[in-house]
């Protein structure tokens, strides 16, 4: 995750009364829903949805044939992606919370 991220999700659970507890969480959450759940979602690495779906497909698939193209294909997309990380920072960091 994102250290920016971390750094302003535990700010925001720093107000709460019960701070390092699970109910931190869920004592903020009412306050500001959207926030929480935007800053957890642009602070995951698009990477780990991918390798996600890839797993399940590869577990999926009984074709040797579909199992070794979506292997090589995700490691095309894999190399692709990490080229152009540092290229498409908007679309990793996602845009500004307001």
Same mark, same amino acid.
């Given at each position: 995750?994102? =250290?920016?991220?971390?750094?302003e999700i535990e700010e925001i659970l720093a107000e +709460?009364?019960?701070? =390092? +507890?699970? &109910?931190?969480? &869920?004592? %903020? @959450?009412? *306050? #500001?829903?959207? *926030?929480? +759940? @935007?800053?957890?979602?642009? @602070? %995951? #690495?698009?990477?780990?949805y991918i390798s996600c779906i890839m797993a399940a %497909?590869?577990?999926? +698939? $009984?074709?040797?044939k579909i199992l070794i193209t979506v292997f090589l294909?995700?490691?095309?997309? !894999? $190399?692709?992606?990490?080229? $152009?990380?540092?290229?498409?920072? *908007? !679309?990793?960091?996602? *845009?500004?919370? =307001?």
């Open positions: 995750m994102n =250290d920016r991220y971390i750094e +709460s009364e019960h701070h =390092d +507890s699970i &109910q931190n969480l &869920q004592n %903020v @959450a009412p *306050k #500001n829903p959207k *926030k929480i +759940s @935007a800053l957890l979602l642009r @602070a %995951v #690495n698009p990477l780990i %497909v590869l577990l999926i +698939s $009984t074709n040797i294909v995700s490691i095309i997309l !894999f $190399t692709i992606m990490l080229k $152009t990380k540092n290229k498409h920072k *908007k !679309f990793w960091r996602g *845009k500004p919370i =307001d």
